[in-house]
């Protein structure tokens, strides 16, 4: 209530429908915002400005291509002992989750998630970039990673970097169901903005052409408007993929039910 500010902007879908929980936005209806942003990458009060894809990685060394191909694919017997991931109770993980509760509903869910501990090749552990590099290293054979961490990697003239990229290949999942799982960054007007019209503006300025470049150029994700051009070779290298649409809300309604399966399923 004594915030100064007119914007909260943040990561992941699961923290913005936690503000959204909590009633600290305003709606805004905008002209701009609704035909700039596609219908499922918005709701009444918060916006998507960006995407990211959660990824699998694969040891080229230990694992054939074909054995990782979807999210699945991780809770099969054939990947025991070789599956690395952060923790279940980070909201990237509880957001892949939420998307599968909503494709397939609870039960296959929790068959999922205990078959990915069954997978573990160590108890959950570090940040996206610490599984690419336990992957590279040998630790791990799979592991799941946010897609700008790979980019991250792939820019990267530190040779440490290029040698772990040499060793790891990378599997958009789903491809032939239901698309890769995407989450994103996003943000919107607070109700107790100071300066109402102006935040408008700014949120419409971060659709813009120039501000979505910088989503993709400065923090390799994608931008959210499909006609904006960009200019960033690892995105381009990755190329293209079919995307979940699942709607973004959809993602919010069942992070609670994610968390329980988790644990549930001893997904720490
Ligand atoms: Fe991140």
């Not at 108890?123 to 690419?132: E, L």
Request: include cysteine; glycine fraction near 6%; charge should be positive.
């Amino acid at each position: 209530g004594n915030s100064p500010a007119d914007i909260f902007l943040t990561v992941d879908a699961a923290r913005l429908a936690k503000a959204h929980e909590l009633s600290v936005f305003a709606p805004v209806a905008s002209k701009i915002l609704e035909s700039r942003i596609p219908a499922h990458l918005r709701t009444d009060d918060w916006f998507a400005f960006s995407t990211r894809a959660r990824i699998i990685v694969y040891s080229k060394a230990a694992i054939k291509p074909g054995e990782a191909q979807t999210y699945d694919d991780l809770a099969n017997p054939r990947l025991k002992g070789k599956v690395c991931v952060r923790s279940g109770s980070h909201p990237y993980n509880l957001s892949l989750m939420a998307s599968i509760i909503a494709h397939e509903g609870e039960a296959k869910a929790e068959t999922w998630a205990r078959g990915m501990v069954a997978n573990f090749a160590r108890a959950p552990k570090g940040g996206d970039t610490d599984q690419i590099k336990a992957v590279a290293a040998g630790e791990c054979g799979v592991a799941l990673t946010n897609s700008y961490y790979v980019a991250r990697l792939m820019r990267s003239t530190k040779p440490e970097d290029v040698k772990v990229m040499e060793k790891v290949g990378i599997v958009w999942p789903n491809q032939a169901t239901t698309g890769t799982h995407i989450n994103v960054s996003g943000g919107g007007m607070l109700k107790t903005a100071p300066h109402k019209e102006a935040a408008v503006k700014f949120l419409e300025y971060l659709a813009s052409d120039d501000a979505q470049r910088y989503f993709a150029d400065g923090n390799n994700e994608w931008p959210v408007v499909d006609s904006v051009k960009v200019n960033n070779p690892a995105l381009e290298a990755l190329g293209k993929f079919k995307a979940d649409n699942l709607p973004i809300a959809k993602l919010a309604m069942y992070q609670v039910k994610a968390q329980m399966i988790f644990d549930r399923a001893g997904f720490k």
